[in-house]
Protein backbone atom coordinates (compact mmCIF):
# COMPACT_ATOMS: atom_id res chain seq x y z
CA UNK A 1 0.00 0.00 0.00
CA UNK A 2 2.72 2.39 0.41
CA UNK A 3 3.44 2.78 -3.21
CA UNK A 4 -0.17 3.58 -3.72
CA UNK A 5 -0.51 6.16 -0.61
CA UNK A 6 2.08 8.81 -0.87
CA UNK A 7 2.52 10.48 2.42
CA UNK A 8 1.29 13.42 1.20
CA UNK A 9 -2.48 12.05 0.46
CA UNK A 10 -3.93 9.45 2.49
CA UNK A 11 -7.62 7.35 2.05
CA UNK A 12 -9.04 7.58 5.85
CA UNK A 13 -11.63 4.64 6.22
CA UNK A 14 -13.92 4.03 9.29
CA UNK A 15 -15.96 1.03 10.41
CA UNK A 16 -18.37 1.08 12.96
CA UNK A 17 -21.04 -1.58 14.06
CA UNK A 18 -23.77 0.71 15.12
CA UNK A 19 -26.48 -1.42 15.60
CA UNK A 20 -29.20 0.58 13.86
CA UNK A 21 -28.37 3.46 11.65
CA UNK A 22 -32.00 5.14 10.89
CA UNK A 23 -32.19 6.91 14.11
CA UNK A 24 -28.35 7.55 14.08
CA UNK A 25 -27.79 9.46 10.82
CA UNK A 26 -27.67 12.75 11.88
CA UNK A 27 -25.21 12.46 14.42
CA UNK A 28 -23.14 10.42 12.43
CA UNK A 29 -23.43 12.05 9.18
CA UNK A 30 -21.73 15.09 11.72
CA UNK A 31 -19.29 12.84 13.73
CA UNK A 32 -17.47 10.94 10.78
CA UNK A 33 -18.51 13.08 7.90
CA UNK A 34 -14.18 14.35 7.72
CA UNK A 35 -13.89 10.21 6.63
CA UNK A 36 -13.17 9.15 2.83
CA UNK A 37 -14.91 6.01 3.05
CA UNK A 38 -17.02 4.53 6.09
CA UNK A 39 -18.72 1.46 6.36
CA UNK A 40 -21.32 0.62 8.95
CA UNK A 41 -22.79 -3.20 10.03
CA UNK A 42 -25.84 -3.85 11.52
CA UNK A 43 -27.38 -1.14 9.69
CA UNK A 44 -30.93 -2.79 10.50
CA UNK A 45 -32.55 -1.38 7.84
CA UNK A 46 -35.66 -3.09 5.58
CA UNK A 47 -35.99 -2.62 1.85
CA UNK A 48 -39.36 -0.31 2.61
CA UNK A 49 -36.25 2.85 3.88
CA UNK A 50 -35.33 3.84 0.78
CA UNK A 51 -31.13 4.91 0.71
CA UNK A 52 -32.18 8.63 0.02
CA UNK A 53 -33.20 8.87 3.84
CA UNK A 54 -29.89 7.64 4.98
CA UNK A 55 -27.91 9.84 2.79
CA UNK A 56 -24.56 11.98 4.30
CA UNK A 57 -24.04 14.98 2.66
CA UNK A 58 -20.55 15.13 -0.03
CA UNK A 59 -20.90 11.21 -0.54
CA UNK A 60 -22.14 9.15 -3.02
CA UNK A 61 -25.67 7.71 -2.60
CA UNK A 62 -24.55 4.64 0.05
CA UNK A 63 -24.08 0.96 -1.32
CA UNK A 64 -25.56 -1.18 1.08
CA UNK A 65 -26.90 -5.11 1.40
CA UNK A 66 -29.96 -5.45 3.86
CA UNK A 67 -30.59 -8.62 5.80
CA UNK A 68 -34.09 -10.08 3.78
CA UNK A 69 -35.27 -12.45 6.66
CA UNK A 70 -35.68 -10.36 9.60
CA UNK A 71 -34.25 -6.16 9.33
CA UNK A 72 -31.66 -6.83 11.26
CA UNK A 73 -27.68 -7.22 9.87
CA UNK A 74 -26.74 -5.57 7.03
CA UNK A 75 -24.05 -3.95 5.68
CA UNK A 76 -23.76 -0.13 3.68
CA UNK A 77 -21.01 2.04 2.74
CA UNK A 78 -20.55 5.28 2.42
CA UNK A 79 -17.85 7.25 -0.36
CA UNK A 80 -17.42 10.80 -0.81
CA UNK A 81 -18.26 12.37 -4.17
CA UNK A 82 -14.71 12.95 -4.64
CA UNK A 83 -13.79 9.28 -5.16
CA UNK A 84 -14.47 7.19 -8.39
CA UNK A 85 -15.13 3.76 -7.42
CA UNK A 86 -17.37 0.74 -8.65
CA UNK A 87 -19.12 -1.89 -6.79
CA UNK A 88 -17.96 -5.35 -7.30
CA UNK A 89 -21.27 -7.44 -6.92
CA UNK A 90 -19.54 -10.34 -8.33
CA UNK A 91 -17.36 -10.82 -5.54
CA UNK A 92 -21.01 -10.83 -3.35
CA UNK A 93 -22.34 -14.40 -2.43
CA UNK A 94 -26.06 -14.20 -2.10
CA UNK A 95 -26.79 -14.83 1.50
CA UNK A 96 -23.52 -13.15 3.12
CA UNK A 97 -23.72 -9.86 4.36
CA UNK A 98 -21.06 -8.45 2.84
CA UNK A 99 -20.29 -5.32 0.09
CA UNK A 100 -17.05 -5.00 -1.89
CA UNK A 101 -16.07 -1.51 -3.14
CA UNK A 102 -12.94 -1.22 -6.26
CA UNK A 103 -11.86 2.57 -5.70
CA UNK A 104 -10.63 3.91 -8.66
CA UNK A 105 -7.08 5.99 -7.26
CA UNK A 106 -5.68 6.63 -10.52
CA UNK A 107 -6.13 4.84 -14.08
CA UNK A 108 -3.81 2.32 -12.83
CA UNK A 109 -3.78 2.34 -8.86
CA UNK A 110 -7.44 0.95 -7.23
CA UNK A 111 -8.04 -0.59 -4.28
CA UNK A 112 -10.17 -3.57 -3.27
CA UNK A 113 -12.83 -2.81 -0.09
CA UNK A 114 -14.53 -4.75 1.28
CA UNK A 115 -17.45 -4.85 4.36
CA UNK A 116 -18.48 -7.99 6.23
CA UNK A 117 -21.30 -8.70 8.74
CA UNK A 118 -21.54 -12.56 10.02
CA UNK A 119 -24.21 -12.56 13.02
CA UNK A 120 -22.85 -14.39 16.38
CA UNK A 121 -25.08 -17.38 15.72
CA UNK A 122 -23.92 -18.23 12.32
CA UNK A 123 -21.16 -20.68 11.86
CA UNK A 124 -19.21 -19.97 8.76
CA UNK A 125 -15.80 -21.36 8.80
CA UNK A 126 -17.26 -23.65 5.78
CA UNK A 127 -18.82 -21.22 3.75
CA UNK A 128 -15.89 -18.97 3.86
CA UNK A 129 -14.03 -21.15 2.90
CA UNK A 130 -16.07 -22.45 0.13
CA UNK A 131 -16.42 -18.50 -0.82
CA UNK A 132 -12.74 -18.01 -0.74
CA UNK A 133 -12.30 -21.36 -3.30
CA UNK A 134 -15.05 -21.77 -5.63
CA UNK A 135 -16.19 -17.59 -5.08
CA UNK A 136 -19.87 -19.64 -4.68
CA UNK A 137 -21.51 -20.65 -1.63
CA UNK A 138 -23.19 -24.37 -0.62
Known sequence: LSDIIS??????????????????IDTLSTEFGNFEIIAFSEIWLKASISSTDVTIPLFHTPERKDRVEDGL???IVYLKESLSYKRRNDLEPKNIECIWIEVLLSQSKHILFGVFYRPPNQNSTMKCRSVALTGTTT
Open 7 to 24: SSSCLSVLHYNIQSLINK
Open 73 to 75: GGV
